[in-house]
């Protein structure tokens, strides 16, 4: 007994000490640098660690036959401050992950299904790209230019795992053509002509 | 014509200022604090970012019917210096991925087949065990001990991502039972009885 | 006169662009990823720097005969953001600072009274044992498993400084026994037998 | 005299502990994760840390009317392990930077001569855009999409630094049509129609 | 238009997992080790990523003939949280930036218009000096004293920039002689006698 | 028996996957901007992380009547990519640590013996100075300059301990007055006058 209140006292004393192994995000609460603030730790619970969103196949019913459903910070709060977010591809037949990049992270594809075409294109313009089975898995460099293909006639589905709780993604379409970036800019700095970058503008819903 | 030399003019003077957006390992080379010093450009291929051992699963015939199979710098040199690596958990019908920590990194895990109950323990000591199903995913915050147990009487299996190319991996027993680490400093450290010790390294090939 | 004016001018402008040279834990708001917010500079005061808690032995009158004195973020706001901080062990005789980890920094122990043995396992299972003396230096690399013992018949003690403004501070018998981790998971993920786990979650305040 | 003596013994002890204020790189050597290795410090001489390169404008006779000088690590080794590097661009009238990333590093531009528009589309996919005059600086954040253009009818230039000292380089047009990426690759994941890809890849030396 | 809903649909959902790509510095909420938290998003416009303070030459009439203009997270809030920092030197005939130190940054000098002489001391107390001209760029290694010198007859001017948005700036006389670091103090640390000392913060203001 | 090999396959197989938990600099080999190449895990002793220099006084019978002992990764091996490293002080009566900066590294003191005063200047300019006794702990933010003097009339001692495994070491006194650096540039960017210069030049050892 009293050896238990003994070591329970040095129990308490040494937790003092231990703080931060983790730091669930508070999204209510301003982002800075380094990602949201944290709630307190006694509020912390073990389902904060869990994210059950990548379980089922995202829809694909849309013109790119594909899906991508994150689990970055903002929607998995308990991997904030962690370095580590992660998501779920999904491509029917015909998918595909059109060109992207993400700028604040290295990514690890492991093909969950089907068969998969990826690749990159390095700052030297080297192309890198393979078709991937159940199982394999890719690295893709931080920030280039990459893309996910269904190279079979199944559905097909991947999970990827970025080193950083808020990757980003830029997808090279959608920066183009599906905002307000006045067509004359995109023409001048993509050698599009301007009837493609208009066409591609109406498709996207983008202006300008 | 003119303008395609021009142009691959352009392309090679830019391309000279592109370097390094991946380093993979030489791993006949001495380790550096930041990893192993990187192959040639001009060397790599493709199938440098593509690692394909993770897609049978590793053999659980042994004492914890268990298998771990990494795919760190060391097994995987494309994602030397990228800061990621993966590894594949199979657990058989009772197989455990006793407690163990990742001195380097955290970890997310996503359960491929079968249940899964995984925990870790916090400096706190406060403890968050979740039983996972296929698709849910964990994140382990770094440094902490953690586990994997099989939940389900089929076998369970996993993909697991870190954030860093090498994440370390110290089992627990092996750490305090498989080495010649003296009984009398095991004992000393972590109040287990000496026979318990001695019988724990006997099993595992300790001595002292 | 008119020099001063024109310099004092010059200094305040030049002041302007000099913030953050530290960053004073205000520890009643939310920490982030990064640490604490700070406190104004301007309610800063040299004592902020100073940190008066380790200059008497901590109180070894406990069940491993030893005491850990932190002086992390928590206790010492003014490391904070700055990477580093402290602690005291003492040693009473047969003291011992039970095997644990740091999971977010790497340690310089500094023996200040009496012999020390201390020692770490590596994630290769390698195992480094030294005995220290006054004025030794040891190094424990981040996140591995460590422990320090009083080797002589005397009291010993030391100081201990970690890169990291909250590195943390798990102690394996205490994550293992001391909360409510179920003597079944326990059992299942160390291998040792269950009423080993239960008689040291009696001593140690651990229930299920 | 004494004195002297007495100093430059103490200097050279301190000395002996005053390493790597910079890494002047050897080219010659493999490079790690972290940079090239380092020359002998007794080898740096005081130009290895001035680079002359940017000094005139570089040759803007080219389908783009522009030029882009890199000063990275390769160019300029005094800046290795120093996280900083830097460029001049050159923009005749007409001229265009097309949309490229860096895929390491944020940039920060400063305005020499002449007026240039210079954007960036946020990963939210919101744009950036603002013409800029001499003295004037824009901020473009790691790895997105951004272009420059002159805004002007006369020659316009700018200096850009990157916080790293190898940021990357990678040109939207060349990464798509300059190289060997096929062609069918190519619209899949950008929703270009073939002759568009095709007729690109023409001017700009692709292939497949 | 369906097309367009679809795609729609899929950019919201893409767009929901892209944040931080930047974080613009609330400047009325407290610092964090990180830098300052973020402004909302969809606050965020064009011009807060321009700084235009740093088009004109700043205020040469004082003690040293020259002046910094900074532009800094706190001067220029759009480059919180980017690992950059950027500002102008001017220095009129016979100006001088004295001698000082950015205790968090390295720095890139790119010489606008002028002759300038820049120097800097290593740690192993060698001394490295170039007498530059327009368009030639420097390196000073993070943390070393070092100085900028008119090396001509007319104005001459610079633009610098560092790897971090908080590089601070510690002017060596004014660290020394415009405070109330006492007289004693600054001898007894400094073997400048204390006449030339009390005459110095004469000067500049100090006391003590 | 079986159960044995069963696990030593097991543990050689896991074994394979840990990798650089540290990474004892082999001295002979070129650096790297993250520190020295490691020697092989095979060939590093339990002595590797152990320094003995720090247990007796450095010899103080000089100009300053101080020593500074270091232990960084040049004299301490062991600690190479650990990011720490740790230092002696040694104060006779009048002893006192110069004016200096570490470029590279915050600093936390603890003083063992005797009473220190010590303090920093800020980039803001303003003092911190506290008179310490044994026990205490005064931290140093990284790059700003600071002094430790013995404030009694018996010897006194610290142990200073950096986070990074090469801080660097500038003294005020040696970068300004023994070396190179030409009278004149000193006089132009510190304001003493040239007497002044001149003579701790020759005190010191400098020339030009």
Known sequence: MLRTIFL???LFALSNASVQDFCVANLKRAETPAGYPCIRPIHVKATDFVFSGLGTPGNTTNIINAAVTPAFAAQFPGLN????????????????IPMHTHPGASEVLFVLTGSITAGFVSSANAVYVQTLKPGQVMVFPQGLLH????????SASAVVTFNSANPGLQILDFALFANSLPTELVVGTTFLDA?????????LGGTG
């Open 147 to 154: 893309f996910q293909i269904n190279a079979g006639k199944s």
């Open 195 to 203: 009837t493609t970058v208009k066409k591609l503008k109406g498709v």
């Open 8 to 10: 329970l006292s040095l």
């Open 81 to 96: 401050g962690l370095g580590l977010s992660t998501a779920r591809l999904d491509l029917a037949p015909k998918g595909v």
